[in-house]
């Protein structure tokens, strides 16, 4: 069992940065893989990027590649997304889900989310 709890988001202009944090409770956080994905109003909730449990392997949807930075430390339970030059189009909420195994893109395979926090990128 684990717990998630989002936290860093919030207004920004175009061209801007922001960095999301997921911290976790829970004994075991370095067994699970973690992603990220995001929900803007009236679209379903999409893959933005993963890492695996220890960190050596990520994947990133191809509209954030290069832009995007996820990351992680298991030793404070946490897992980060950095986000620069953001657009507009990156505006929603952003959440963080675990899963045992190795890191996906699919929604439906992740145990453990968040509760989301809201990007909005002003153009």
């Known amino acids: 069992q684990v717990q998630l709890v989002e936290s860093g988001g919030g207004l920004v202009q175009a061209g801007g940065s922001l960095r999301l944090s997921c911290a976790a409770s829970g004994r075991t956080f370095s067994g699970y893989a973690m992603g990220w994905f995001r929900q803007a109003p009236g679209k379903e909730r999409a893959f933005v990027a993963a890492i695996s449990t220890g960190g050596g392997s990520t994947d990133y949807a191809d509209s954030v590649k290069g832009r995007f930075t996820v990351s992680r430390d298991n030793a404070k339970k946490t897992v980060y997304l950095q986000m620069n030059t953001l657009k507009p189009e990156d505006t929603a909420v952003y959440y963080c889900?675990?899963?045992?195994?190795?890191?996906?893109?699919?929604?439906?395979?992740?145990?453990?989310w968040g509760q989301g926090t809201q990007v909005t990128v002003s153009s």
């Open positions: 889900a675990a899963r045992g195994g190795r890191p996906v893109r699919l929604v439906n395979e992740y145990n453990y």
